[in-house]
């Protein structure tokens, strides 16, 4: 049987949106292919979450459109997968709320609780599989939101700030999976206001300032040599976060 076409290059085309009357997304024009770790960078209010769902396919842009090189087939398991920055635990165990993910994805019974527990190894959850995922702390509820999405096997994954109000020794948990399930072959789009998550984590880096892209550039160069002002700002800390 053939190989599906592959999701990707996602091409953002003159991507705008507008949203009770304010530009959030002006003109945003990209290719993200498939490979590196991609890293959406800017401060607070750059427009970096609705760019996200517009490429996820949540939000429709006002403006330009977001075109996969192969759409996925209406009715056909999903072949990207979103975790938001605060996602929503099942009110069952934390290897239930990935086998229930599978379960949706039309992945055979037999498989799900074997894919599940892989899933939460990845993410170095497996000690807590049958814990109630609810009464998990917030960097371990995110953890299993990122292995319930990568159990179902996307080829691109999408991250809305992944570590956003987590302390240190969570957010490094979160970042090892993250080059786990990059290193297994997904493709991972990521937000971040945070500069050092990116220069750890990001292959390129698209930056978003006041809804307009500023750069897209392979992330040592974006870091050693800005070309834009306000790159540059934002690198020194002088860009203001609203």
């Not at 990209?30 to 590196?36: L, P």
């Amino acid at each position: 049987m053939r190989a599906p076409q592959s999701l990707l290059p996602l091409s953002l085309e003159r991507v705008g949106f507008v949203a009770g009357g304010r530009s959030i997304l002006a003109d945003v024009s990209a290719t993200i292919a498939a490979g590196s770790l991609t890293v959406i960078l800017g401060p607070n209010g750059a427009g970096k979450s609705v760019l996200m769902r517009i490429g996820h396919g949540l939000l429709a842009p006002t403006s330009g459109r977001a075109v996969w090189n192969a759409p996925e087939a209406p009715g056909a398991p999903r072949r990207q997968a979103m975790v938001f920055q605060h996602p929503v635990m099942l009110r069952r165990s934390a290897i239930a709320n990935i086998a229930y993910a599978l379960e949706l994805a039309g992945v055979a019974k037999a498989e799900r609780l074997a894919r599940a527990y892989r899933a939460l190894e990845q993410v170095g959850l497996a000690h807590l599989a049958e814990r109630p995922a609810r009464v998990l702390s917030g960097g371990e509820q995110q953890r299993v939101a990122i292995a319930r999405a990568w159990a179902v096997r996307p080829e691109v994954l999408f991250l809305d700030e992944p570590t956003a109000n987590l302390d240190p020794g969570a957010t490094a948990a979160i970042e090892q999976a993250i080059r786990a399930i990059h290193a297994s072959g997904t493709k991972i789009v990521m937000t971040t206001h945070n500069l050092g998550q990116a220069r750890r984590l990001a292959d390129e880096i698209l930056f978003l300032y006041a809804g307009r892209l500023f750069e897209h550039t392979p992330a040592d160069q974006f870091f050693a040599a800005p070309r834009s002002e306000e790159a540059r700002a934002f690198l020194k800390g002088e860009v203001p976060w609203h």
